[in-house]
């Protein structure tokens, strides 16, 4: 009976696993399958295979690459630009704030530690438009323009990237015996040399599924850089590239899908291979912390 009830059970939760990966997959399946046919067929009925084909599917990608209104090359550049600069800046940064607020037993370290799991609870609704007029002043103080920049909307992602990445990092760093540090600076290793010769390489697993957390997030993220960046600025990512794509061709249903496709493959590419350090770093992160 307990054979039989085992089996049972693994069986409803292979269906119900099935039940929700249909149900997240499937408006990716409906960008694929309707990015291969032309506009006709889409209006037509968007969840039929009927038109679908491999050469529809380059021919709807050349368009959309070789489209002035998109400017595919562009956005694609700065979006890669502004997606590794925040995550080489957050994963240095953060990993520096995250250790010294995990050695430094005081009450500021505790509140700055509180400050950042606090910022993760508002959202980003509340910060928007004084983040926007903060920007906008501070721009105009220093005279480097902070919106419609790549600086500014790299900044922009340190802020509100910050205090996950410290957050896990912190987990981490305590299960790191602080007698490593210790004998390091008894042979003479200032905080600095302690930091980037013992602790940093130890961070590699946590350090790289942050990363990749993060890369999705900033890769795929519309809202921030529709406000910092523009919809009408020279400086766009692939999201505000699309969504301004979206506007230029209403009805052509098949370029719009295949931009959007465009937009997705990259990122997708990177969890399919990513997806096992992921679940590494998240295990090791939880187990030492």
């Not at 307990?2 to 990966?21: D, G, L, N, Q, T």
């Not at 491999?54 to 997606?83: C, K, M, P």
């Not at 890769?219 to 699309?242: C, H, I």
């Amino acid at each position: 009976m307990k054979i039989k009830e085992k089996r049972s059970s693994v069986i409803v939760r292979m269906i119900f696993a099935i039940i929700i990966a249909i149900y997240v997959l499937f408006p990716f399946f409906l960008v694929v399958i309707n990015s291969c046919k032309p506009t006709d067929k889409i209006t037509e009925n968007p969840i039929s295979l009927s038109g679908v084909g491999i050469g529809q599917l380059f021919g709807n990608l050349r368009d959309v690459i070789n489209n002035t209104h998109f400017l595919f090359w562009s956005a694609f550049e700065y979006s890669v630009i502004i997606t590794l600069l925040s995550l080489v800046l957050l994963a240095l940064f953060g990993s520096m704030a995250a250790w010294v607020i995990c050695r430094n037993h005081t009450k500021w370290s505790t509140a700055i530690y509180f400050t950042f799991i606090a910022s993760m609870i508002i959202p980003f609704q509340v910060v928007m438009l004084p983040l926007i007029s903060t920007f906008r002043d501070v721009g105009k103080f220093i005279g480097i323009p902070m919106l419609q920049s790549v600086p500014g909307i790299i900044f922009a992602y340190l802020g509100f990237g910050g205090a996950m990445t410290v957050f896990i990092l912190n987990g981490f760093i305590k299960g790191i015996p602080v007698a490593l540090e210790e004998a390091a600076a008894i042979d003479g290793c200032t905080p600095e040399q302690v930091f980037f010769l013992i602790i940093f390489p130890l961070l590699k697993p946590v350090i790289t599924t942050v990363t990749i957390l993060n890369g999705m997030w900033i890769w795929n993220d519309y809202l921030l850089p529709s406000m910092m960046l523009g919809q009408n600025g020279k400086v766009k990512t692939l999201p505000v590239a699309v969504q301004a794509f979206v506007g230029s061709y209403v009805k052509q249903w098949n370029l719009i899908l295949a931009a959007a496709l465009l937009a997705i493959i990259p990122i997708v590419i990177l969890f399919l291979f990513a997806q096992k350090q992921i679940m590494k770093g998240m295990i090791e992160g939880a187990v030492k912390g």
